[in-house]
């Protein structure tokens, strides 16, 4: 039987993301396709649960107005959304899975939203990032 680790690489292979960093003890996986502006992107296998996150950029001392603006472009995103770490200056694309019902449609289809995230936002997005 494939783990969940492997299930989740070989599907990132056959869909052609190149895998920057694999740790199967940890259960990680680090893709990229600059093409649409995806780079480090980091995908975790918790059983029973897919973590995938990347790193938009930092909002230091952001006036609330951008937290506004990001909690409404939430709405529309396909899939994941726009979160903060716990220091509350980091913005991330993040979407959760479940690995056991999992295909390959499904995986691609969350991280094509952040491409489309990007392309739709993306002056927004470095508006955000020079306040």
């Known amino acids: ?6 299930k989740v690489k070989n ?9 920057t960093v694999e740790n199967e003890d940890d259960g990680i996986l680090v893709i990229e396709d600059e093409s649409v502006g ?3 992107f980091v995908l975790g296998c ?8 990347q790193h938009i950029l930092d909002l230091k001392d952001a006036d609330p107005s951008v937290y506004k ?3 409404q472009k939430n709405r529309d995103i396909l ?10 200056e980091k913005l991330i694309f993040r979407d959760t899975l479940q690995i056991l019902n999992l295909d390959q449609n499904e995986l691609e289809g969350s991280i094509n939203s952040l491409g489309l995230l990007l392309s739709e936002y993306s ?5 955000f990032s020079k306040r």
């Not at 039987?1 to 492997?6: I, P, V």
């Not at 002056?123 to 508006?127: G, M, Y």
């Open 69 to 71: 603006q990001l909690l």
């Open 38 to 40: 995806i780079k480090n």
């Open 79 to 88: 899939h994941g959304a726009f979160v903060l770490d716990e220091t509350g």
């Open 11 to 19: 599907f990132l292979l056959d869909i052609g993301y190149l895998i």
């Open 123 to 127: 002056d927004q997005l470095i508006t």
């Open 1 to 6: 039987m494939t783990s969940s680790f492997e």
């Open 46 to 53: 918790a059983d029973p649960f897919l973590i995938l996150e």
